[in-house]
């Protein structure tokens, strides 16, 4: 059976259980307390030297670290990820959107103020936080008021990724009232068949 070492808090982690709901597919789930150091004990680190949930493991031991290659693993030969070349590529491109442009801003603005709180040095950088997830948040407005979905006609991986964290970026200080079209996507992730929240 597949094994998702996760914490429950974590947006990244919640890509991959998300998915697997979607997906119907049993797994063991281990909690992994990252606040106490378990992400970093010489276990956890033997199967994820970057010491970082969500790690999945398969039958056979191996492990796969990072939610969006998880999510690119488990997604394959489902709705969830097309087998077209065109499909694809964009899909990882939102992907890997999500990780540079999006995450580093919303995720971590949510996580200091919720689940650390902040030093002086933080706060003096939460300012330009929000003003990237604004940023990110635009380019998903924009492309939302043309398209129902991130790619193509149904919900992927793409639309799972920044599902993650968006959903939850008022905990991170960010008001979602002037996106219409992001608000509106977001009924549809939840309304999907197979939904689980956070």
């Not at 670290?65 to 491109?93: C, K, M, V, Y």
């Amino acid at each position: 059976m597949l094994r998702l070492y996760d914490n429950h808090l974590s947006g990244n982690g919640y890509k991959p259980r998300l998915l697997l709901a979607h997906l119907g597919s049993a797994y063991e789930a281990v909690e992994v307390d990252i606040m106490k150091g378990e992400s970093r004990t010489p276990e956890f680190l033997a199967r994820n030297p970057n010491g970082r949930v969500p790690v999945l493991e398969l039958d056979d031991g191996t492990c796969i670290a990072e939610s969006n290659a998880i999510l690119h693993f488990l997604a394959e030969g489902s709705r969830f990820l097309p087998t077209d070349r065109l499909s694809r590529a964009l899909i990882l491109q939102w992907m890997f959107f999500e990780q540079y442009s999006h995450e580093p801003f919303i995720a971590v603005a949510r996580h200091w103020i919720c689940h650390t709180g902040m030093s002086e040095a933080q706060r003096a950088q939460l300012p330009g936080k929000h003003e990237g997830g604004h940023a990110a948040l635009a380019v998903m407005e924009g492309h939302l008021c043309r398209s129902d979905w991130f790619v193509g006609t149904g919900m992927t991986i793409a639309d799972i990724a920044l599902y993650a964290y968006t959903h939850v970026a008022d905990e991170g200080g960010f008001d979602l009232a002037g996106y219409p079209a992001v608000r509106d996507w977001l009924v549809r992730v939840r309304q999907q068949p197979g939904h689980v929240p956070m």
